[in-house]
């Protein structure tokens, strides 16, 4: 049987719903979903094989102008992304619609389109009435030069299925890049680094879940017991790192308990977690340590 498969990257503004599609579209949570914009740092990995087809999906940070270092490697995935991919899908926010705002966006990635297609993805079509959904798809079909215009409400996982039909439609022949089993290529201390932050994300508020940076330092795997891991949490500066661990270190504590049973649901055995806080001052613009943290867990450094 001849084996379609290839590259999709999901793109698009903060906030207007990649993660969420990726993880409706795979049945995985594989990328953090939550209503703060930009919780996406890295290119994150997600395969879908089924009979002959295999389809290798990248959920990218959300487009942005980079006002710091980290945002500059940010930027640096999602062109990676592009540059690598058969297809490109396009997400914009169906309830904030705005023809020039998604100009923008096409614009500031056109040249590197190639020859790969490129669809747009009009997304959270549940927040507007059906007439509204026509107008905007008559008005991108006016204006734009999209391969395909696929309406969908991630969130409710409503014309999922007819998206991947399309993409399975553009599909190259080719042989499978990986084996049918996988569901991501990233390791596993990827994913207990977003489980940790994804953690963050929820019990702190204001700066904080946006100045710290979660390194697994060590992750041993035992025969007997429990497997270990080390982790670090890093912020920026002296008084966040008092709140990231609270009064008598009630916090930390409870980050401590929530990320180790959510670890354990995703490796689907037991872990002893220890959690640390540390300060590096202006870790966002130090060159040398994005470098070695992104390399680290297999994304763009350079």
């Known amino acids: 049987m001849q ?3 290839g590259f999709v ?8 719903g990649k ?8 049945g995985e949570k594989l990328s953090i979903v939550t209503s703060k914009p930009q919780t996406t740092r890295n290119r994150i990995t997600g395969i879908y094989s089924k009979d002959n087809i295999q389809i290798i999906f990248t959920d990218t940070p959300g487009i942005l102008e980079p006002k710091y270092m980290l945002q500059q490697f940010m930027k640096k995935e999602i062109e990676s992304g592009v540059k690598d991919s058969d297809i490109i899908l396009l997400i914009t926010d169906a309830g904030k619609y705005d ?3 998604l100009s923008e966006l096409y614009s500031a990635y056109e040249k590197q389109f190639n020859d790969c297609k490129v669809f ?5 079509i549940d927040s507007i009435r059906k007439e509204e959904i026509l107008m905007i798809i008559g008005d991108i079909a006016e204006n734009f030069r999209f391969d395909e215009i696929i309406p969908v409400s991630a969130l409710k996982n409503f014309n999922t299925d007819e998206l991947l039909k399309t993409i399975i439609k553009y599909l190259p022949q080719h042989e499978f890049y990986f084996e049918s089993g996988y569901i991501t290529s990233q390791p596993e201390k990827f994913f207990v680094s977003e489980i940790i932050r994804r953690n963050i994300l929820k019990l702190y508020s204001d700066e ?4 710290v940076y979660v390194d697994i330092e060590e992750f041993k ?3 007997k017991g429990k497997d270990y891991i080390s982790a670090s949490v890093i912020t920026e500066r002296e008084t966040q790192k008092s709140i990231l661990i609270g009064e008598a270190g009630s916090k930390i504590k409870l980050l401590g308990e929530r990320s180790r049973k959510n670890i354990e649901e995703f490796l689907g055995r037991e872990v002893f977690l220890d959690l640390f806080v540390k300060v590096k001052k202006d870790w966002k613009n130090d060159e040398e340590f994005l470098k070695r943290n992104f390399s680290k867990l297999g994304n763009a450094a350079n």
């Open 3 to 5: 084996k379609f498969s």
């Open 9 to 16: 990257s999901i793109i698009g503004a903060p906030n207007a």
């Open 19 to 26: 993660s969420t599609l990726l993880n409706a579209v795979l």
């Open 99 to 101: 023809r020039a705002k």
């Open 120 to 124: 747009c993805i009009l997304n959270k």
């Open 208 to 211: 904080i879940p946006f100045s």
């Open 221 to 223: 795997e035992r025969e």
